[in-house]
């Protein structure tokens, strides 16, 4: 079956440097998404990524290990408006998203 | 230049009422989905559209129905609401599958309380 596996939720202080992980299985695979979504609203684009290594914009990279079935999301110089939630969605054969209940990050002064 | 939009924002309705939630995209995009999103779950696939005229089955597609007759509008039709379809509707759109940049585009969702 298809299965996406992410933290419920966690913490940072402002300023700082977190790390979401994500670890999926798919049948097929044809790249996987990150999007932010705040609460209240519709899902944001961050990330796409389709082969291995690190893709970076800005403040937020993205990593992918295909081998491994494994992805993160890494946020630097946190900022308030960062608090929200964030979806891994790898891609299946079929280009279909399949959605990890996702992420909520909160972040602390 | 609007992108996606769903109507309503929000509605309540009696359980066993018709309901037809509403999304237009100005992106001239090929590909159409709607998603309900319930607290504590990722975002499921109802139905999807990857292009004018036709129509696929998602996850879980039972209880809706869809069409697209064209390329802008994709609407959701509950033909007889339950409670258990209490959730957030997301559209969304991409260019054609496997082609271009697979990017979904969503709308603001449409929250939907049946009674």
């Known amino acids: 079956g298809q299965n996406i596996d992410q933290p419920t939720e966690m913490t940072a202080t402002e300023g700082a440097i977190v790390q979401i992980n994500c670890t999926y299985q798919t049948s097929g695979f044809n790249g996987l998404f990150w999007y932010q979504q705040h609460a209240g609203e519709a899902p944001t684009f961050l990330s796409y990524?389709?082969l291995d290594g690190l893709e970076e914009k800005g403040r937020f990279s993205s990593f992918l290990s295909r081998s491994k079935g494994y992805s993160y999301l890494l946020l630097k110089e946190l900022q308030m408006k960062d608090s929200a939630s964030y979806l891994c969605?790898?891609?299946?054969?079929?280009?279909?998203?399949?959605w990890g209940a996702g992420t909520k990050l909160i972040i602390k002064p | 230049i609007a992108g996606i939009t769903q109507a309503p924002t929000s509605q309540i309705l009696a359980a066993g009422r018709r309901m037809t939630l509403r999304c237009t995209q100005d992106m001239r995009h090929n590909a159409m989905y709607w998603y309900r999103q319930d607290l504590g779950l990722g975002l499921r696939l109802i139905h999807y559209?990857?292009?004018?005229?036709?129509?696929g089955k998602g996850e879980v597609p039972d209880g809706y129905s869809v069409s697209r007759a064209n390329t802008d509008d994709f609407p959701l039709t509950l033909a007889s609401a339950v409670p258990s379809q209490t959730s957030v509707y997301f559209c969304?759109?991409?260019?054609?599958?496997?082609?271009?940049?697979?990017?979904?585009?969503f709308g603001p969702g449409t929250r939907l309380t049946v009674l």
């Open positions: 969304a759109s991409s260019e054609t599958p496997g082609q271009g940049s697979n990017e979904q585009f």
């Open positions: 990524n389709v």
């Open positions: 559209s990857n292009t004018a005229g036709t129509t």
């Open positions: 969605a790898p891609m299946d054969s079929n280009y279909q998203l399949i």
